[in-house]
């Protein structure tokens, strides 16, 4: 049986997580001019306290690595439910590679 990915989606017993990112504006934008001035001068160990520091205003700006692994797990997760829900017949005298749910109808008898 196909397994799905779990460690950053419940899809798809859970529904997939929906983030609300905010455009960039006048209010947050002094920081990330900050933060990309400082990784274009290579430092990145200030630019990331400045990131820690502002975390929580920050993740309604930016997406994160977590965020990124989220959506490719429900990604992944959502093309094993797609290829679950289409079953396929074969006839075919040699197994084919089938999905779980498929029916293979052949072989020697």
């Not at 290579?42 to 820690?52: P, T, V, W």
């Not at 929580?56 to 290829?83: C, G, H, M, P």
Request: hydrophobic share 30%; with cysteine; proline share 2%.
């Amino acid at each position: 049986m196909t397994e799905f990915s779990n460690e950053f989606s419940s899809f798809p017993s859970g529904k997939i997580t929906k983030h609300n990112f905010k455009n960039i504006d006048d209010s947050i934008a002094s920081v990330i001019n900050q933060i990309n001035s400082l990784r274009s001068q290579g430092l990145y160990n200030q630019a990331s306290r400045i990131i820690e520091n502002n975390a929580d205003v920050l993740s309604q700006y930016i997406a994160d690595a977590s965020t990124f692994r989220t959506w490719e797990e429900e990604i992944y997760n959502t093309q094993i439910y797609a290829k679950q829900q289409q079953q396929s017949i074969y006839f075919d005298d040699q197994e084919p590679d089938c999905i779980d749910g498929d029916v293979w109808l052949g072989g020697d008898a």
